[in-house]
C-alpha cells in the first residue's frame, strides 16, 4: 500500500496509525470480521463459505478471529439473531 501513495512503508504504518487509530492489518481484520458477523446474521451461507469469502485463510480461522475480537463463536452469532426483535419503524399519523 506504502508504494502505491509514493511513500515509505514506515511513514506509511505511522500515517496510518495516526490517522485511524489501529494498524493497516487490525483496520482490515476488522472490516472482515464485520462482514463475517453480517452474513453470519443475514443469510445461511455455510461457515467454510463465508471464511473464504472475506479472505480468511479456512474457517477454523475465521472462527479463532470471531473468539478473539467479538467474544463470540460463529453460532452464537448466527442464534442471536433468532433473538433478536424486529425494528419497527415509528410513523406518526399525518396530521
Do not use: C, W
Not at 443475514?42 to 469469502?53: G, N, R, V, Y
Not at 463470540?72 to 410513523?91: S, Y
Request: hydrophobic residues 35%; charged residues 20%; aromatic residues 8%.
Amino acid at each position: 500500500m506504502a508504494a502505491q501513495v509514493g511513500i515509505s512503508p514506515g511513514h506509511f504504518l505511522t500515517s496510518f496509525r495516526e490517522s485511524f487509530g489501529q494498524t493497516p492489518h487490525q483496520y482490515l481484520l476488522t472490516l472482515r470480521l464485520n462482514e463475517a458477523e453480517k452474513q453470519l446474521r443475514e443469510s445461511d451461507t455455510p461457515l467454510s463459505s463465508i471464511a473464504e469469502m472475506i479472505g480468511f485463510s479456512s474457517q477454523s480461522h475465521m472462527t479463532t478471529a470471531l473468539k478473539k475480537n467479538k467474544f463470540a463463536t460463529p453460532g452464537e452469532i448466527r442464534r442471536r439473531r433468532l433473538f433478536a426483535k424486529p425494528v419497527v419503524p415509528n410513523v406518526q399519523a399525518a396530521e
